[in-house]
């Protein structure tokens, strides 16, 4: 088991604890707040491109199609009540320390891709970034988040593949706190 690894589980599993009672509040207003299940599982692409679903909580009606948001005709009518503040504040992202600790993800490495982003796969592949484990967060995401066009995003992916340390994941991780209390760089 790698340094990074033993970083992970040990980190997520101090989040899951000191994050217990705000996850329970957060299942408990999209439960009250929308039809169906609490939490939303994306089929994304992980290490070497293998699939795997990452669990968030659902911030959109149940029937909306699973693409990338950018790609909706109007993102914003398919919200629930309260899923522009759960995109805002990032609290849809608790659920991913489920992912962290069973091992499909890290906290940082490059967001995983939906299944269907050929274009960001594809991209990502050609530029070796697809060995990586994706992440929490990113040197993308602290570098624009969602408003990143895909050349941009696998550039900075791929400057983190050749930077990555465990002192630039510390970094990554300070300066992603930091973005979500100003939250930063989030469009929808």
Do not use: C
């Amino acid at each position: 088991m790698t340094f990074k690894r033993l970083f992970d589980l040990f980190l997520s599993s101090i989040a899951a604890l000191i994050l217990l009672i705000p996850f329970v509040i957060v299942a408990l207003m999209v439960r009250i707040t929308s039809k169906g299940p609490i939490l939303y599982w994306s089929q994304r692409v992980g290490k070497n491109n293998t699939l795997f679903l990452m669990p968030k909580f659902r911030s959109m009606w149940v029937d909306t199609p699973a693409v990338a948001t950018h790609l909706l005709n109007d993102p914003n009518a398919l919200l629930t009540p309260i899923g522009s503040f759960l995109r805002k504040s990032s609290l849809d992202e608790l659920p991913q320390l489920w992912s962290i600790l069973k091992g499909d993800m890290s906290f940082v490495g490059p967001r995983p891709a939906l299944f269907n982003q050929d274009d960001l796969i594809s991209q990502r592949t050609a530029t070796g970034v697809h060995v990586l484990t994706p992440g929490l967060t990113g040197w993308a995401q602290i570098n624009g988040r969602d408003e990143l066009p895909i050349p941009q995003k696998v550039a900075l992916d791929t400057e983190y593949l050749q930077r990555h340390s465990f002192l630039f994941d510390l970094k990554i991780i300070l300066l992603t706190f930091l973005k979500v209390v100003k939250k930063e760089g989030v469009t929808h």
